[in-house]
Protein backbone atom coordinates (compact mmCIF):
# COMPACT_ATOMS: atom_id res chain seq x y z
CA UNK A 1 0.00 0.00 0.00
CA UNK A 2 2.97 2.69 0.58
CA UNK A 3 5.80 3.78 -2.08
CA UNK A 4 7.79 0.96 -3.00
CA UNK A 5 11.47 1.10 -4.27
CA UNK A 6 10.44 1.06 -7.98
CA UNK A 7 8.36 4.40 -7.22
CA UNK A 8 10.30 6.18 -5.06
CA UNK A 9 12.95 6.00 -7.83
CA UNK A 10 10.88 7.16 -10.72
CA UNK A 11 9.91 10.24 -8.74
CA UNK A 12 13.37 10.86 -7.93
CA UNK A 13 13.91 10.55 -11.25
CA UNK A 14 11.07 13.00 -12.57
CA UNK A 15 12.36 15.42 -9.91
CA UNK A 16 16.00 15.47 -11.19
CA UNK A 17 14.63 15.82 -14.63
CA UNK A 18 12.74 18.71 -13.49
CA UNK A 19 14.83 20.66 -11.33
CA UNK A 20 18.39 19.60 -12.96
CA UNK A 21 21.30 18.28 -10.62
CA UNK A 22 22.98 22.06 -9.73
CA UNK A 23 18.89 23.03 -8.50
CA UNK A 24 18.44 19.45 -6.87
CA UNK A 25 22.10 20.35 -4.91
CA UNK A 26 21.09 22.80 -3.64
CA UNK A 27 17.57 22.53 -2.66
CA UNK A 28 18.98 19.25 -0.72
CA UNK A 29 21.66 21.67 1.35
CA UNK A 30 18.98 24.37 2.03
CA UNK A 31 16.10 21.70 3.40
CA UNK A 32 18.95 20.19 5.30
CA UNK A 33 20.07 23.68 7.20
CA UNK A 34 16.26 24.15 7.17
CA UNK A 35 16.38 20.99 9.49
CA UNK A 36 19.31 21.50 11.13
CA UNK A 37 17.92 24.89 12.10
CA UNK A 38 14.31 23.48 13.43
CA UNK A 39 16.15 20.80 15.48
CA UNK A 40 18.47 23.23 16.86
CA UNK A 41 15.45 25.84 18.29
CA UNK A 42 13.74 22.37 19.54
CA UNK A 43 16.71 21.52 21.74
CA UNK A 44 17.25 25.29 22.84
CA UNK A 45 13.05 25.34 23.66
CA UNK A 46 12.99 21.93 25.68
CA UNK A 47 16.13 23.44 27.57
CA UNK A 48 14.34 26.46 28.55
CA UNK A 49 11.13 24.22 29.57
CA UNK A 50 13.33 22.05 31.64
CA UNK A 51 15.37 24.65 33.87
CA UNK A 52 13.23 26.77 36.40
CA UNK A 53 12.92 30.17 35.19
CA UNK A 54 15.58 33.21 36.27
CA UNK A 55 14.38 36.09 38.60
CA UNK A 56 16.00 39.26 37.90
CA UNK A 57 16.83 41.08 41.47
CA UNK A 58 16.58 44.91 41.44
CA UNK A 59 19.84 46.06 42.29
CA UNK A 60 19.13 49.67 43.58
CA UNK A 61 16.09 52.27 43.28
CA UNK A 62 15.01 53.13 39.65
CA UNK A 63 16.38 56.06 37.33
CA UNK A 64 14.98 59.50 38.11
CA UNK A 65 14.62 61.51 35.39
CA UNK A 66 14.17 65.44 35.64
CA UNK A 67 12.10 66.42 32.94
CA UNK A 68 9.36 63.87 34.48
CA UNK A 69 9.99 65.17 37.94
CA UNK A 70 8.96 68.73 37.32
CA UNK A 71 6.01 67.62 35.21
CA UNK A 72 4.37 65.62 37.86
CA UNK A 73 5.15 68.03 40.32
CA UNK A 74 3.36 70.88 38.50
CA UNK A 75 0.13 68.17 37.86
CA UNK A 76 0.32 67.47 41.63
CA UNK A 77 0.15 71.69 42.26
CA UNK A 78 -2.63 72.31 39.57
CA UNK A 79 -4.99 69.71 40.95
CA UNK A 80 -4.07 70.33 44.42
Sequence with gaps: ???GMREL???LLVVLVVFGAKKLRTVGSDLGAAVRGFKKAMNEG???QSSPPKQLRSEG???E???VAKKSDTKNERSG
Design 1 to 3: MGI
Design 9 to 11: VVI
Design 46 to 48: EEE
Design 61 to 63: TDA
Design 65 to 67: FPE
